[in-house]
């Protein structure tokens, strides 16, 4: 067992452990008192415009995953923020982001959503450019007196961590992302996603506040309601865990049936089996989870704006340490169309029916988050400091 593994091994256990104390009491993690929050905060074009600019403009934003990019050559596009971006792996392996603009007259040099290109010509006049940025190619170059060697896209700040793809929409600006992940970096260290291997992609539209919709994914208290005919008789609804990472946290919500291991063996125990899911914030959730003795697999879900009341997830499935055998795909495409029918029909069926009725509230309505959904207060309290430019660890 590699270290990775068995960090990864203590940490699940230490967790099965304060599960089964909650199971046997009774309880689950609290925050130290109910939150209200402004109905109009998921309304207000105002705050909607701040968050655009400091979440998903300034704050650095998982893209993808190191296997989506394999070789030298692949690329994908990246305009879910509304900056058009394409992310490519250079002959040097280096992960690279730059505007998808002709640094001539602005045209698209990447037009499909991915592949593999050393090269990338701009549609419009013909100009060409290496996937370092520089031009390469520029029909009758001699009637520029630029020195055209000096003409590059436009950089992003791109870096590449624990398996993991990260972008600052901001050509030109500086990412400084061991501070933004923290402790939390260690985490994504221990879960090894370098040897993930990509299986399935979906994404899903709501016509809803993009942190209305976030806030189903952060807590379990919706689960027989909501999720009556699909999670309810899987997952506990009143069982929460949730440990802070700054504005990052892992929580858990655990199969039913705990109380027949309380007693038990530790080396009993099936901490493999244990559901973990991470937020990273702003925008992303990690969920991991054993689908069957084949193999594992995680699924990323990442939130964006496309205007105060629109919003749409991408979500993508991978196998955490790569595809085993037929059945093992073939039980995470299951696994895949469950997560699908959850989120069209019963979360994003919810947010997008409900959103539009909220600016007919009287002004000053407020909602109210109870003790037990300390994932969304932390969430909202969370952004609530990142717009002072001070990210709050308190959940109250």
Known sequence: MTSKAQDMREVRLGLFRKVLEHCKAGSTDLAPDVMRIPAASYFDPDQHERERQRLFRETPLLVCLSCDLPEPGSFRLFEDTGVPIVITRSKDREVRAFLNVCAHRGGRVVRE??????????????????????????????????????????????????????VLAQPGGTMDLDTHLGDFGKEMERLDFGQSEPVMEQKFQSSSNWKFAMDTYLESYHLPSLHGSTFADVFESNLFLLDMFGPHYRFTFPHKGLEKWIGQPEEDWPIDALPLTYFLFPNTIIAVGSVSANGSSFTTHRLFPTGVGEMYANVRMYALTGVKSPEHRSEMEGNFEKIKGAAQNEDYVVTGESWGSLSELPEGAE??????????QTFHSNIAGALEREVSLDPT
Not at 369 to 376: C, K, M, P, S, T
């Open 113 to 166: 959503e991915s592949g593999e290109a050393s090269r990338f010509t701009c549609r419009y006049h013909g100009w060409t450019y290496d996937n370092t940025g520089k031009v390469v190619g520029v029909p009758s170059q001699e009637f520029f007196c630029d020195k055209l060697e000096d003409r590059r896209l436009n950089e992003c700040p791109a870096e590449e961590r624990h398996g993991l793809i990260f």
């Open 367 to 376: 909602f109210v988050l109870g003790r037990h959904e300390i994932g969304v």
